[in-house]
């Protein structure tokens, strides 16, 4: 159990570092002319999923950790497109 908790931990710190790298436009720093082209070059075979965890780091907030890791990705990727149609009114049942 001990070594899913370090895994999501470190998954958590990706999703989060990946946010910031465009928020902040960190990707111009390494002289690139956009944060998709960063992400070309930083995940090459995952750029969709890329966006899909960015949008549950953002949105499913409200969820605790331990319980979107039980959800799975894949599931909390529809969750994230119920959480933005419900706004503050999403009430999450996991």
Request: net charge positive.
């Amino acid at each position: 159990m001990r070594a899913a908790r370090v895994s999501y931990g470190l998954a958590g710190a990706i999703f989060a570092y990946l946010c910031e790298v465009r928020s902040r436009q960190y990707w111009r720093l390494e002289k690139l002319s956009s944060f998709e082209e960063f992400l070309e070059r930083r995940f090459p075979e995952s750029r969709r999923k890329a966006y899909y965890v960015m949008a549950i780091h953002q949105n499913l907030t409200r969820i605790p950790k331990p319980q979107l890791r039980e959800v799975g990705w894949s599931k909390a990727v529809e969750l994230v497109k119920v959480a933005r149609r419900d706004g503050d009114n999403f009430d999450c049942a996991t």
